[in-house]
């Protein structure tokens, strides 16, 4: 059975720091894109960062560039996203994704029939 669980939020004050992991099982990991996207209240889901399993190639929103990383454990079939200095701004529900497609040179896409974690809340403030 296809898996993503999410874990790693919490709340923290501006300037903090968190990381986020997403575990994966059922699935080759190296074969798929794995993308973070978030939630605000409110607003529209936003693509965060994405890295393809297989070559590591990487995307990162403007909103987070210098500030968020993405990384991956192929042994444990797990992507972190390291947040730091973390702004109100980010406070919203995290979720990793898995699907065909990914980074290719300064853009990324992912297919719609991918697959989705539960999500974690990670939420800023003073």
């Known amino acids: 059975q296809l898996q993503l669980v999410e874990s790693g939020g919490g709340s923290v004050q501006p300037g903090g720091s968190l990381r986020l992991s ?3 099982s059922g699935f080759t990991l190296e074969n798929f894109a794995i993308a973070w996207f978030r939630q605000a209240p409110g607003k529209g889901r ?6 393809n399993m297989d070559d590591g190639s990487i995307y990162y929103a403007d909103s987070v560039k210098g500030r968020f990383t993405i990384s991956r454990d192929i042994a444990e079939n797990t992507v972190y996203l390291q947040m730091n200095s973390l702004k109100p701004e980010d406070t ?14 300064s853009s990324w896409y992912l297919r719609p029939d991918g697959y989705w974690g539960q999500g974690t809340q990670v939420t800023v403030s003073s």
């Not at 936003?46 to 890295?51: A, L, Q």
């Not at 919203?92 to 040179?105: F, I, L």
Request: net charge neutral.
């Open 22 to 24: 997403c575990a994966t």
């Open 46 to 51: 936003e693509g965060v960062s994405c890295m």
């Open 92 to 105: 919203a529900v995290y979720y990793c994704a898995a699907a065909r497609g990914g980074v290719s040179g």
